[in-house]
């Protein structure tokens, strides 16, 4: 078993830190107390700041030098980030920490592979913690009280955390296949789709499918960029109109740069790009009032990409996809692109289809390895689904 790593700030928490090393060494693990405080500990710990701080790409005075709290906070965030890129012992990470220990030890814990065990006890994990998350998989749990000694709820706080991280890691899932993986992407709008291509591939894959709500699509590239992935069917691009046009699930500006830098063999398609997502009607930016808009429940309202934003959008993909230099093949469904894109649908609109098609087409340079191909289906047709586990099969030989 390897090392769990325990990390805090022991100038400020040292108590809490102890303690919660004991509970977990009392569950079986195997702590180590990592101390990322800026200040001198508390209490002993086995990997001292400085070791820590060592890491930071200008050295340890760029961490420990500085008398302004919040530069010091950042730089030992960065520092500690590295620090765990550079070790391959660790089997899982608790921290504890209010608002700076958070942010510092949540970028080490973004820095483990997803999988691996990764607890914090934070005096914020009460609130919008998609900051400290990211695209990992932390489980965050609530502090209640605030860290400033212990007492009868925290040392019961602290110890559930304790005894769940020496567990978890303690039993690991039992991997019942050794399947190259594939990352495919999904919208509500697109399952009927993407769940009948994972049917046909999951013999020879162990298919993973991710939501397209923005941490979706960056997640399933990380896992490209790790090199955990073996191929990818990108069929649910809509996070691209919600960056372009103000939406509430919004990719990135380096949405495909994976595909790019991997070079991996991906089967993509245009995938509810016929919409924007915002929440409840009201939180709409004003300036979209009078748009086409589906109500999918009270608190999300989708609205119908227009003829010129479908230009914008195929543009922008097409720029991207010029980028990839491995196989790549892009489907474009002439009957629709999602449930709602479907004659008779709320969102079926030809016109705007055809533009969002014409400008991906006309963008896209097409070579041996990169190509567009129209289909005469709807994306949800099993006739789509078909050409895409072709498709996928041609350029990826298993």
């Known amino acids: 078993m390897g090392h769990i790593l325990v990390v ?12 919660l090393a004991s509970c977990v060494r009392s569950a079986g693990g195997h702590a180590l107390v990592i101390n990322v405080g800026t200040r001198a500990p508390t209490i002993a710990v086995d990997i001292a700041a400085t070791t820590v701080a060592a890491a930071h790409p200008q050295g340890i005075t760029a961490v420990l030098g500085s008398d302004d709290r919040g530069t010091a906070v950042a730089a030992m965030g960065e520092a500690f980030a590295r620090y765990v890129a550079g070790r391959s012992d660790i089997a899982g990470m608790v921290g504890i920490g209010g608002g700076g220990g958070t942010s510092i030890v949540t970028q080490g814990m973004r820095q483990l592979p997803l999988g ?22 932390i489980v965050m749990m609530p502090a209640i009280t605030d860290m400033a000694g212990l007492n009868r709820l925290s040392r ?24 190259p993986a594939l990352g495919l992407t999904m919208f509500g709008v697109t399952t009927p789709c993407v769940t009948a291509i994972a049917a046909q591939l999951r013999d020879d894959y162990d298919c ?28 649910t691009t809509t996070e691209v109109c919600d ?41 709409m930016p004003a300036h979209y009032a009078g748009r086409r808009i589906y109500r999918h429940n009270p608190n999300v309202t989708l609205m119908r990409t227009t ?14 996809l010029n980028q990839c230099q491995g196989p790549v093949h892009m489907l474009l469904p002439q009957n629709g692109v999602s449930t709602l894109d479907i004659e008779g649908g709320a969102f079926w609109d030809p016109a705007a289809d055809a533009a969002l098609f014409d400008a991906l087409e006309q963008t896209v340079h097409h070579t041996a390895s990169r190509r567009v191909t129209r289909l005469p289906f709807h994306i949800n047709a099993p006739e789509f689904a078909d050409a895409a586990v072709r498709s996928f099969r041609e350029i990826s030989p298993n």
């Open 156 to 179: 019961s706080i602290l110890n559930n955390a304790g005894q769940a991280i020496a567990a978890m890691v303690a039993h690991p899932v039992e991997q019942a296949q050794n399947k």
């Open 243 to 283: 960056l372009l046009f103000g939406g509430v699930l919004p990719a990135t500006e380096d949405r495909f740069g994976a595909i790019a830098r991997t070079r991996l063999p991906c089967v993509m398609s245009v995938g509810a790009v016929d919409m924007i997502n915002f929440w409840a009607p009201e939180t």
């Open 208 to 235: 993973l499918i991710f939501h397209a709500t923005g941490t979706g699509g960056r997640t399933v590239e990380k896992l490209a960029d790790s090199g955990l992935l073996h191929g990818m069917l990108d069929i």
């Open 307 to 320: 003829v010129e934003e479908n230009v914008e959008i195929g543009r922008w993909i097409g720029d991207r």
């Open 116 to 137: 691996i065990p990764k607890l914090m006890v934070s005096t914020l994990a009460s609130g919008d913690v998609s900051g400290f998350v990211g695209v990992s998989d």
């Open 8 to 19: 805090g700030t022991a100038d400020t928490k040292g108590e809490e830190l102890a303690y």
